[in-house]
């Protein structure tokens, strides 16, 4: 006969000192060795901030990631088998909340995918429409096949206490704006930047329990887990990147001004009403501590909330060629915007990669990024 043992996690009054891990983009065709270095710090926990699944990479052909339920216990099967994964959850308790390679399609939002292409110098964008069952699919997976909280109903968006912290995980995808409505081709090929009113990255339902749940939370430190960056200071990189004579020039990473301005679309500035709209609640209701998670970007670094708007810690490289996006805006772009350092920045570290947080009682938290090597960068 097998026994089975559990912990249950701490009460909310415990402000027992402890850590956990976190990071996104676990791409299924790399090893999964980072988690080897990651059981070697014990985590209370483990969140996974999405891009886990990566529904259209597979060899045998590209396709919706919310065909069918079967379709989706086959993806979260595999993942379940990674063999350094499968070893990790036996002893950490992990959360997930999808992102666009889990859900749709590259880039998806709540009625469409956004397709990238690049002829020679010149940038290429669209919107692709889908089905809306397709992503209502994608939280009925998310739900089935991973042992999700559901706090909402028919909803992916959550979140949980532990000790003297509290984990509020978002849905970044299913229902915000298309990406590529802010942009506007001329007659000379160029694109235009301009964000119209309504452009959000969550809908009012999520808006208004996220604002609730800060505003009514007990919690010492609170944090927002997104499945994508929120440096509200990346806009001086669009900027930049939108100026007619580096629309259609290569950067060191070989994609276009244009090209790095509708990757970036995808980001919490280029919401600017959604992003105003929960700094401001926070500030106007004097909602402290209050620290940003973030992946998606295929790389890790820190701010202290000068330029992210909060304290973020992105960490976007599980398993993942690193796209080096930190790096190029501060060695490149002379733009300071991860101002506690990251992957690229004073060090030449580009390996897998995962960010760390430890809670310090009621004293402080500390944040890290973690290579799988164990080198803290």
Not at 241 to 253: D, E, F, G, I, S
Request: proline share 3%.
């Amino acid at each position: 006969m097998y026994y089975g043992t559990f912990k249950t996690f701490p009460s909310s009054k415990d402000t027992s000192h402890f850590s956990f891990t976190l990071g996104s983009c676990t791409e299924q065709h790399y090893n999964d060795s980072i988690f080897v270095e990651m059981q070697k710090h014990q985590p209370a926990f483990f969140l996974h901030l999405g891009d886990w699944l990566y529904t259209n990479n597979f060899n045998e052909r590209k396709y919706y990631y919310a065909e069918s339920l079967e379709h989706q216990k086959e993806l979260y099967q595999k993942r379940y088998e990674m063999p350094n994964l499968k070893k990790f959850l036996q002893t950490t308790p992990m959360d997930f909340v999808f992102d666009d390679e889990d859900g749709v399609f590259d880039d998806f939002s709540k009625h469409s995918y956004t397709e990238l292409k690049m002829n020679g110098n010149v940038t290429e964008m669209k919107e692709v429409p889908y089905p809306d069952s397709l992503r209502t699919m994608a939280i009925v997976g998310l739900h089935t096949f991973f042992p999700s909280y559901q706090e909402v109903e028919n909803q992916a968006y959550h979140s949980f206490v532990y000790g003297n912290t509290e984990v509020f995980f978002l849905d970044t995808r299913s229902t915000r704006s298309p990406n590529t409505e802010v942009f506007t081709k001329t007659k000379n090929g160029k694109y235009t930047y301009k964000v119209p009113n309504g452009h959000n990255i969550l809908d009012s339902a999520q808006m208004n329990w996220l604002l609730n749940k800060l505003k009514n939370s007990t919690a010492q430190w609170k944090f927002i887990v997104s499945g994508v960056t929120f440096n509200k200071s990346y806009k001086k990189v669009i900027d930049i990147a939108m100026l007619k004579p580096a629309q259609n020039r290569k950067l060191p990473n070989g994609m276009t001004g244009a090209y790095i301005a509708a990757s970036l679309s995808s980001m919490w500035f280029a919401f600017p009403e959604t992003q105003a709209q929960l700094i401001n609640f926070c500030r106007d209701n004097t909602i402290k501590n209050v620290i940003v998670l973030s992946g998606d970007a295929h790389t890790a670094a820190i701010d202290d909330g000068t330029n992210a708007g909060f304290p973020e810690l992105m960490a976007g490289g599980l398993a993942q060629k690193n796209s080096k996006i930190a790096s190029i805006i501060k060695n490149n772009l002379q733009l300071n915007l991860w101002n506690q350092g990251g992957q690229g920045i004073n060090n030449s570290n580009f390996n897998d990669a995962f960010g760390k947080v430890s809670v310090n009682g009621n004293q402080s938290v500390t944040l890290s990024c973690v290579d799988k090597y164990g080198k803290i960068i």
